[in-house]
Nanobody
Framework: QVELVESGGGLVQPGGSLTLSCTASGTIYTINAMGWYRQAPGEERELVARTNSGGAINYADSVKGRFTISRMNAMNTVYLQMNALKPEDTAVYYC??????????????WGQGTQVTVSP
């Protein structure tokens, strides 16, 4: 099975920066996409940024120009560089990976979540 381990959350002031990281491990045939999602209290989980094996990247409109997603394929690791953080960025951030354990065994796995709090 696939295991996702996240790190990098914390407390920052508005305008500050944080970098989140997520590493996938286990018996993995392919990782077709990795991404970051977030969920604030009382809100639905939403896409923040995602990148697929072809290099395409999707960002939520609210983070474009401030957040950057990158992937180190050899290490099965994805990063989220967050700059110019705002209080509305406060949420639990979750890593996601989608791919195949084997030819006929797809997976869609989530990390445990890491808290990001932006407050003066």
């Amino acid at each position: 099975q696939v295991e996702l381990v996240e790190s990098g959350g914390g407390l920052v002031q508005p305008g500050g920066s944080l970098t989140l990281s997520c590493t996938a491990s286990g018996t993995i045939y392919t990782i077709n996409a990795m991404g970051w999602y977030r969920q604030a209290p009382g809100e639905e989980r939403e896409l923040v940024a995602r990148t697929n094996s072809g290099g395409a990247i999707n960002y939520a409109d609210s983070v474009k120009g401030r957040f950057t997603i990158s992937r180190m394929n050899a290490m099965n690791t994805v990063y989220l560089q967050m700059n110019a953080l705002k209080p509305e960025d406060t949420a639990v951030y979750y890593c996601n990976a989608v791919g195949y354990l084997s030819t006929l065994r797809p997976y869609d796995e989530w990390g445990q979540g890491t808290q990001v709090t932006v407050s003066p």
